[in-house]
């Protein structure tokens, strides 16, 4: 459907997300989403009514349900309930982030386009920089997470607060960017995503 809405008016695409979930990110070997979305960010209903087709898609398929909702009733029924609209402001400018499934087995960050729209199964470290991504995909930090996150059966439920938050990056890193940790980073997701392509093998 998402095809056939840019084909009819390319203008659509304005519109139109990917969409990936915890799952995707860690089964897919080439962790692309399979889904698309309509997002009208945080727009008024007046500019998103301009987008004709999705906009008819979204009122015909979410206004009643969320206007019944009185939980939700009074927010605006055209826009996600929790867009989370910092987050897309932080890396709309970014070539990269990096995102790990909210439940998961191993603890793994991967590097993922910013113009996806991230479901609520995922994390998002909004920076681009393989430095600090070599902190947080290492041993070191999740044995951290495993400590201070929780867990469901055995898979590691990843706390922000508990275990980002709380872990101590080294000292001055954040300031100044280390290219020697960065380029270890890299190389370590490059080669990573080889051997999952290789393979065809998910995290």
């Not at 890396?91 to 790990?100: D, H, N």
């Amino acid at each position: 459907e998402a095809d056939r809405l840019r084909f009819a008016d390319p203008g659509n695409a304005e519109v139109l997300f990917l969409t990936i979930n915890g799952q995707e990110v860690n089964s897919e070997p080439d962790q692309k989403p399979r889904r698309s979305i309509i997002s009208f960010q945080d727009w008024s209903i007046e500019r998103a009514a301009t987008y004709a087709a999705p906009f008819e898609i979204v009122e015909r398929l979410v206004k009643a349900e969320r206007l019944a909702n009185s939980r939700v009733a009074h927010l605006p029924w055209w826009l996600y309930e929790r867009a989370r609209n910092e987050i897309y402001r932080a890396i709309r400018t970014l070539p990269r982030c990096f995102v790990a499934a909210a439940t998961t087995k191993y603890l793994n960050f991967s590097a993922a386009p910013t113009n996806y729209v991230f479901l609520n199964t995922v994390y998002v470290f909004t920076t681009d920089r393989w430095d600090l991504y070599a902190v947080v995909q290492s041993t070191i930090h999740e044995v951290w997470a495993r400590k201070y996150s929780g867990a469901l059966k055995q898979d590691l439920r990843y706390s922000p607060s508990k275990c980002f938050e709380t872990f101590a990056f080294p000292e001055g890193l954040w300031q100044t960017a280390n290219p020697s940790l960065a380029t270890l980073g890299e190389r370590y997701h490059e080669h990573r995503k080889s051997l999952m392509l290789s393979l065809w093998l998910g995290l």
